[in-house]
């Protein structure tokens, strides 16, 4: 992997390794991120204005930090780690009802949408003159959870499929995409004055990345985050038969990366989430831990965010040109108008 791609929505670390380093490496990033968070919560509580958001703003605010790298070991445990336990985290406030809730025509809708925007990927790749491969990339990182996505997509296709310039493309347009509809969605569901339910369906089922997804969903209130996070959960869990899918659809490119090939698993985090949800479907888990918990991830999430904004390759993004992007921009469009529509009208 070139070491300058974006790095920036590396959920499952497979675009870089969460670094090895001393306890006290970690330290300078984490308080930098942490600091970060400290300063959104203030402008938050002043305000009134969402702590993610706050987040977002100061991490971006802050992003020519990226350029020291003894901040890089912390802000990528920040980045990755902290997601991933607040993602767990989130489910002592959920319950198998809750889910259930959803019922399973949202659940088909969610699949439905994933496979469309995988397809307006291609179709947008191919009508821009790019290969089917950068047009599964493209679109299955907006389906699914951003460069994590792109990553393990590119382990299945293979390079002579998609070639390593065209997912540094990816990564820097999915960095550049994510945060910029965590802060408009929101926006566009309070105008057209959306439910929890509504909203939380939307926000999830559209964002890209897992943190944005999240953060956009909290910013509109606690329980549409709570809604968002399944729904995106589940979108998540569906790069499992997509990698199986591709895996059998080109058998003869399946890559092999650092001696192993890219298996189709459903992540540790997405198992801990429902697992934890399952156990608080039992009512075992006592209300103050419950509520403990749900603040306890909410600030983790925020340091995240803030922590990814801090490592967003902005410089990178301004060099790509704007026809690679047009293709992430399609997808985005469909990942943006089916949750949508959903929402409207079924949702009630």
């Known amino acids: ?55 977002l703003l100061i991490g971006l ?20 780690e902290l997601l991933r336990w607040a993602i767990v985290l989130v489910g002592a ?31 947008a790749a191919r009508a821009l003159g790019f290969s089917t491969g950068f047009g599964v990339l ?11 996505a792109a990553m393990a997509l590119s382990a299945t296709l293979g390079e002579r499929r998609v070639k390593q310039s065209e997912l540094t493309l990816v990564l820097v347009g ?9 802060v408009l969605y929101p926006v566009v569901a309070h105008w057209l004055g959306f439910s929890n339910a509504q909203a939380g369906y939307f926000l999830g089922g559209s964002v890209h990345d897992v943190a944005q997804a999240l953060g956009a969903g909290y910013a509109y209130s606690p329980a549409a985050g709570e809604t968002a996070t399944i729904v995106k959960l589940a979108r998540v869990a569906l790069l499992a038969p997509v990698l199986a899918v591709l895996s059998l659809l ?9 001696g192993k090939r890219a298996v189709a698993i459903v992540p540790w985090f997405v198992v801990g989430f429902f697992g934890v949800a399952g156990v608080n479907s039992l009512g075992v888990i006592p209300v103050a831990i419950s509520h403990g918990a749900a603040s306890l991830a909410a600030a983790m999430l925020a340091v995240s965010v803030a922590a990814t904004a801090i490592r967003s390759p902005l410089g990178e993004i301004l ?12 997808a985005s469009a469909t990942a943006f108008v089916l949750p949508l529509a959903y929402a409207w009208l079924r949702i009630g």
């Not at 889910?99 to 179709?123: D, N, Q, R």
């Not at 080109?250 to 650092?258: D, R, S």
Request: glycine share 10%.
């Open 319 to 330: 060099k790509a040109g704007p026809k690679p992007l047009l293709v992430g921009v399609a």
């Open 61 to 80: 605010a802050l992003n020519f930090l990226s350029a020291d790298h003894r901040l890089n070991p912390g802000l990528t445990l920040a980045a990755r």
């Open 138 to 148: 493209s679109g299955g990182a907006v389906a699914i959870c951003g460069g994590s």
């Open 174 to 182: 999915i960095s550049s995409m994510s945060p910029i509809a965590m």
């Open 250 to 258: 080109f058998p003869a490119k399946l890559a092999v990366t650092g």
């Open 93 to 123: 406030r959920v319950t198998f009802g809750q889910i259930a809730a959803l019922g399973p025509e949202a659940l088909l809708a969610v699949i439905i949408t994933v496979v469309a925007v995988m397809l307006t990927g291609v179709a």
């Open 1 to 55: 992997m070139n070491p300058k791609s974006p790095q920036a929505a590396d959920l499952f670390g497979d675009i870089e390794a969460t670094p090895k380093v001393r306890l006290r490496d970690y330290l300078p990033g984490l308080t930098v991120a942490a600091l970060a968070t400290l300063a959104a919560a203030s402008l938050s509580d002043r305000y009134g204005a969402p702590l993610t958001l706050m987040s």
